[in-house]
């Protein structure tokens, strides 16, 4: 059994991505996300890695491009309006295939917005994180726990699809203090990185990473190339947790920090005699859509709950295909739904259903 | 007599840059340098957005096509992932430097960043077609500026070889250009001093090339040669504006 450590949710980011083998980090300051970089700061110079302050998040995210194209396991670490900020340069590196982890604990949007948590960014996240066709992987944790073991995973599938991944956090997530273990297994699933710009030591041809296709047919060619990637991943990648769905007539899906508050409403509900269970996507990124068809099967209707106005649950009736009702309760503006308002949309749900 | 040669720091790739435009020579110029120093198998290029986009295709080393104006961000990220000896240079135009890129420029050269720039300052945006460029001189015709640039509507040019060298970290500083021979040459050897000052360790180092753009000032190569004598030599003033070779900024 490996030790147990009581850590808050940013510091374990950061604690498990030097552990995963993250010897790079670019940030830059924003709440709720700060306590990632000032622990970046202590712990990296300490293995001899690089802590580097930027100047702006554009340039943040600009220092990962270099730092993953010369092949390192590289980070950075913002909130919501940070993230908007990245999103030209994640779309260079997405466009280019090149490795690296994001993290995004969220707040409350739009604009300036507030500090306090939300999942607003769902959207951003999963359908438009910049211009042009690409995809994230999209990493959604609900526990301290959680937020080490998806980011051991978020380094190695990045580094074996060459598809950037980004963690969901919100402010919950990043504030919290829970017990946490790390895995003792090395990350070693680092693949050779032959095309990197490392100096070619006159040994061999230029390496060249870029995003630049001036030709229709050939910037095509290389967009599909990466989508045969992408369905290589929504096959084998989706990960989520299923919780009382067997017998339940009624579905909740909700992630991260909702998702907590969703699962304790549940015991009540059943407790009440009412047959709800829940579905928790982990990856937002591919989507558990096949999980959700399933159980089309045997629930009666669905109901996303989100700190947002309403932003997976698009996913939810785009999975449900009109089969069943679809129904959706959220706070916003960095407001929590509490156990009590899901409990009577849930009550409610089942008198619909009677 | 030395031999006139091709050199092996370029690709064989043919130039896609307009008749008259000096950007052939710069990259000449930067490929012989990595080459003479000895440094082109440990070389990774950062290339603009702008004309020089493609530029990964002719210097023959390692090369990362940036998004506009955060070259100096992403070699900053380049120089710290790879050993000391890596030589990282940024090869960028004067929209992509001094203008969306201008952070990107003045945080890179206060942070000492160990890198070279390379920046070409044409007074225009040549590939969009000669817009207003942020070193575009006072009164100078332009798309955008179809009666003059008019100072009092515009703003002022930007001379970045001033503005940077007073900033801590700028260890080696200066402007050259391309419009004779003679100044060629001058150019060489104030890009091979920069790589030199980044080679030792010394600091951040930026060479400004005046250089001339005829498709779009509307001139022959020739007259964009006198041009750039006449009204470019006076405004922007060519010389080391910094040099702490010696020392170090640090």
Redesign the interface.
């Known amino acids: 059994m490996s030790k147990k450590f009581l850590m808050k949710g940013n510091e374990v980011i950061a604690e498990a991505a030097i552990r995963s083998g993250c010897t790079m980090f670019f940030g830059y300051p924003i709440t709720p996300q700060t306590e990632v970089a000032a622990y970046m700061s202590k712990r990296l110079p300490e293995i001899g890695g690089v802590y580097l302050q930027a100047e702006s998040e554009v340039s943040a995210i600009n220092m990962v491009l270099g730092a993953a194209s010369a092949g390192r396991r590289v980070m950075t670490s913002s909130s919501s309006p940070g993230i908007s900020l990245k999103s030209e340069g994640i779309s260079y590196i997405a466009a280019s295939d090149l490795p690296c982890v994001i993290i995004n604990v969220q707040r409350a949007g739009p604009g300036l917005g507030g500090i306090q948590p939300s999942q607003a960014d769902y959207f951003q996240a999963t359908k438009g994180l910049g211009h042009g066709d690409f995809h994230l992987m999209v990493f959604a944790p609900s526990s301290v726990q959680e937020i080490a073991d998806l980011i051991k995973t978020a380094f190695d599938l990045s580094d074996k699809y060459r598809v950037p991944s980004l963690i969901l956090a919100d402010g919950i997530m990043g504030q919290m203090m829970e017990p946490v273990s790390f895995s003792e297994e090395e990350s070693t699933d680092q693949p050779d990185k032959g095309w990197a710009t490392s100096g070619h030591d006159n040994k061999r041809a230029p390496n060249i990473v870029n995003s630049l296709y001036l030709t229709p047919d050939e910037l095509e060619k290389t967009v599909i190339e990466r989508y045969q990637r992408y369905d290589v991943i929504a096959q084998n990648e989706v990960l989520f947790e299923k919780y009382l769905t067997e017998d339940a007539d009624i579905i909740v899906v909700a992630y991260g920090a909702s998702s907590r508050i969703s699962k304790s409403v549940i015991n009540t509900a059943r407790e009440k005699g009412i047959k709800v269970g829940i579905l928790r996507p982990i990856t937002l990124w591919p989507f558990p859509t096949q999980a959700i068809k399933e159980l089309c099967k045997t629930a009666k209707s669905f109901l996303c709950v989100e700190m947002s106005m309403g932003q997976m649950v698009e996913d939810v009736r785009l999975a449900v295909e009109g089969v069943r009702p679809v129904s959706f309760y959220g706070r916003t503006g960095g407001n929590t739904p509490r156990p009590e308002d899901i409990l009577h949309k849930i009550e409610q749900l089942n008198e619909e259903e009677k | 007599m030395p031999e006139f040669k091709k050199t092996i720091g370029l ?1 064989d790739a043919p130039m896609h840059y307009c008749p008259g435009c000096t950007h052939g020579i710069i990259h000449r110029l930067v490929a012989e340098t990595l080459v003479e120093l000895g440094v ?5 290029g ?1 290339v603009p957005v702008g004309c020089a ?2 530029a ?2 002719y ?9 506009h104006g ?1 070259a100096p ?10 050993p000391p000896e ?2 990282v240079f940024t090869y960028q135009g004067d929209g992509d430097l001094a203008a969306i890129g201008t ?2 420029t ?2 890179a050269a206060a942070r000492g960043e160990n890198i070279t720039l390379i920046f070409i300052n044409n007074a225009i945006y040549g590939m969009t077609g000669g817009q207003m460029a942020p070193t575009t001189l006072p009164n100078q015709i332009t798309q955008t500026t179809p009666k003059g640039r008019d100072v009092s509507q515009a703003g002022f040019p930007i001379k970045m070889c001033e503005m940077i060298a007073t900033l801590d970290g700028a260890a080696y500083i200066e402007r050259v250009s391309t419009h004779t021979p003679k100044h060629v040459m001058a150019a060489k050897k104030a890009i091979k001093n920069a790589f030199k000052v980044q080679i030792e360790k010394k600091g951040f180092s930026m060479i400004e090339i005046l250089s001339t753009c005829p498709t779009n000032w509307g001139m022959t190569p020739a007259d964009s040669l006198d041009w750039v004598e006449e009204n470019m030599v006076p405004f922007y003033p060519l010389g080391v504006f910094k040099d702490k070779s010696e020392e170090g900024v640090f």
């Open positions: 690709t082109l198998g440990k070389a990774i950062i986009v493609m990964y295709d210097f023959n080393c390692d090369c990362i096509q940036a998004p955060r961000a992403v070699a900053t990220g380049v120089k710290r992932a790879l890596s030589v952070a990107e003045v945080h």
